[in-house]
């Protein structure tokens, strides 16, 4: 055992260690601990006023939903050994004399404890809803506790199959864990009827504790059926650890965690996209880059695109995009009809996504392409070129997927995708060229730990965002109300609002670039 | 006066700091036209930050550069034009094929669309990077990186070439065939500043030699005029010269601080 808490110990203080580098860090770490955690708090509070608390066949589906695609999510881990390793514990704890399984179960409490500070919403909510009905003590400790045991058997699961990919890394392996990241994310289709079998009807482990913990809150019992077959998959999964665990996997984990939290390091961030490169990157050279074609700024910007193709960084945004699908349809599917909801689920989305796709893809800018800044900067006049073409490319990376489903759903909609159309292209236009107000205006650092320059990079296009569109988000809920005429009148007029405050924008974007500092 | 020897590049009372630290202290520098002009320092002597500031990538606090009579103050994108730029750990853009790399810096550096390929083609021959075109730089090796990097400085013809370390990381037959190229463009009536630590490389490939300490230039000439400066013999070696020159520097910056500490002395007396 005190090799086990050793182990954790080292990683925990490795992981979070670069808190501890300044008071300002520390700090910096604690906000975002509280801002992660109270979006549960905050949602457990609220949940009693929403139409979802009358349903509660639906709460149970989209809690199990939600569980599993948490797992179904953990498992793209295994696809990489299932185990978080630095290279330091290679080099020490890997040629000393620890015993596999007394390292996999520290990473295990270590993966137990960063999903809790980090990732955990569930325990917030638990205890915002406490509060919120007044739910007693007991039943919500045994509520928190079925989750717990439901993330001990994720872990479980994700480490068990990791260490199988390690010791057979063969096809077969690859399209189990494949298979069943399939089999927990297919039902999630449900929601949009393009599935026929919905969550609560299929005897996963998901299921069995979005029920219990439903039976808990709704009759504060126990309902022994679901305990039992939840039960059921924990030995399953323990018993499957115990044996895979023997194995001498310090042969084949390899080091995962290049970076702790809240750290930036310009080598393991090159380490990172290099991997990313070099997974993502050979599938998509069929995109080539061809000086022979086109204009210096239409080179660059596909140039721009191609870079946040083959880094992944815009694989990340359609990951956004999906979540926020997601839950655009989870919330236009709820039985209330209020014309209102008809449009919030896709102004949550759009104004989200498309605020949060340029900080996003600016963030990947600033830590991957900043330092090739050599290039143009030494090259003559073309840097600002250059970043007019970024923001192009931001822009269009901000739209594509919110215009076509707006499109897509253009004969359902009528007239208010006019609006949905503009309020689009106004916050994503903001958004990207206060992205790169930011990142010419802020030389955030490329060595060191958690950094206020990361919080300006994601909040300060947002702000930017929304302040800028806001004529055009009012437009969006109050315009139906208005004749078509004057809707054509003061769309008109909003589009040469939005021209002009972009021009000046790229008018201060030209000057300050030259002063940019790499 | 032959036209080589005018000088292509001029730096004078160069001066620059960085939080509180001087790194370049008042240095004069001179690049003639055709010829290899060697920065030969120890590390942290101001050669990296001298070279970013004539390379335009750092801002000088006071001084004057030039290249072939354009400001760099004044015209700064007249100046880059000619100019090509080889940093000691070049960093590429990984995600793009060698071919699209050079395609992206011809791009930039304006190079006419009729001579687009064949410049490409030209370098990544010269190269040995013909057969690796169209794979993607992350998977190059560091030495062909560092080729890949050469290349893209290269391909606009510069009348300038600022090399900082270009030799690092690249082996022996590499390291010979960037000299022989290096030798070409000089044929061509271009130039070259390097800078290095390594002092073999300076007396086997450069035509002047330029000593830099503390941010200062200490000395510079041929090897001849470095002798006379330094008082030694004729089978002395550049490695003998360059460490007496900078060991006077230091005893020089040494005997400043007990001068004013002496007068500093004498003035509480009074």
Known sequence: ?518 | MSDYDFPILEVLNLWKSYNGHQAVRGLDLEVKKGEIFGLLGPNGAGKTTTLKIIAGLLKMDKGIVKIDGIDISEEPYDYKKLIGYLPENPTLPEYLTAEEFLGYVVKIRDIPLNEIKDRINYYLELFDLEKRRKDLIVSLSRGMKQKLALSAALIHKPSLLILDEPLIGIDPTGQHHIKIRLKEMIKEGRSVLVSTHMIDTAERLCDRVGIIHNGRNVASGTLEKLRRIAEMGEDSTLEQMFLKLTQEAEEVVEEKPMRRRLFGLFRKRK
Do not use: C
């Open chain 1, 1 to 518: 055992m005190g090799k086990i808490i050793t182990v954790l110990v080292f990683k925990i203080k490795q992981y979070f260690g670069s808190l501890r580098s300044s008071k300002a860090s520390f700090f910096l770490g604690i906000l975002a601990f509280l801002s992660l955690n109270s979006i549960g708090f905050l949602f457990g509070i609220g949940l009693p006023d929403t139409p979802f608390w009358t349903e509660p066949g639906l709460l149970t589906d989209i809690l199990s939903a939600f569980l599993s695609i948490f797992l179904a999510l953990s498992l793209t881990l295994s696809l990489r050994g299932g185990v978080t390793a630095f290279q330091a514990e290679l080099d020490f704890f890997f040629t000393s004399a620890i015993r596999p399984r007394q390292y996999v179960l520290s990473d295990l409490l270590f993966q137990f404890v960063v999903l809790h500070v980090l990732f955990s919403p569930f325990i917030p909510f638990i205890i915002g809803l406490t509060f919120r009905l007044g739910i007693n003590l007991m039943i919500a400790l045994i509520i928190a506790l079925v989750y717990e045991i439901y993330v001990v058997l994720t872990l479980l699961t994700m480490q068990s199959l990791g260490a199988l990919n390690l010791v057979a890394p063969y096809k077969r392996t690859k399209i189990l864990i494949g298979g069943i990241m399939m089999a927990l994310l297919l039902p999630s289709l449900s929601f949009v009827k393009f599935f026929p079998v919905k969550y609560s009807d299929l005897p996963y482990p998901s299921t069995f504790v979005a029920k219990a913990m439903f039976h808990l809150l709704e009759q504060s019992t126990l309902e022994l059926s679901n305990i039992y077959f939840l039960g059921i998959f924990v030995v399953l999964a323990f018993t499957f650890h115990y044996f895979i665990s023997k194995k001498n996997l310090f042969y084949y984990i390899r080091p995962t965690i290049m970076l702790s939290f809240g750290e930036s390091r310009p080598q393991a961030q090159a380490i990172q996209q290099r991997r990313a490169v070099e997974t993502l990157g050979p599938l998509t050279t069929f995109l080539a880059l061809d000086p022979m074609k086109g204009s210096l700024t239409s080179f660059l910007i596909k140039k721009h695109l191609i870079r946040m193709i083959r880094d992944g960084s815009l694989f990340s945004a359609i990951i956004l995009f999906a979540i926020y699908g997601a839950v655009s349809v989870i919330t236009s599917s709820l039985p209330s009809d209020t014309s209102a909801r008809a449009t919030s689920g896709p102004l949550f989305m759009l104004t989200f996504y498309s605020a949060l796709v340029p900080s996003i893809l600016a963030i990947s800018w600033n830590s991957y392409e900043r330092e090739n800044l050599w290039i143009p900067l030494t090259s003559g006049g073309h840097i600002v070129e250059y970043f007019k073409s970024f923001f192009v490319a931001l822009l269009m990376a901000a739209l594509l997927l919110p215009w076509g489903l707006i499109i897509i759903s253009l004969p359902f909609t009528g007239l208010s995708s006019l609006w949905l159309i503009l309020s689009a292209l106004a916050i994503a236009s903001f958004s990207s060229a206060f992205a790169i107000l930011t990142l010419i205006l802020i030389k955030m650092p490329r060595e060191g730990s958690i950094s206020a320059g990361y919080f300006f990079i994601i909040f300060l296009p947002m702000i930017g965002a929304y302040a800028g569109a806001l004529p055009f988000l009012t437009m969006l809920i109050f315009a139906p109300d208005y004749t078509i005429q004057l809707q054509l009148l003061l769309a008109m007029f909003l589009i040469s609002y939005l021209a002009t405050a972009l021009i000046g924008l790229l008018k201060l974007i030209e000057r300050k670039v030259k002063s940019i500092k790499i």
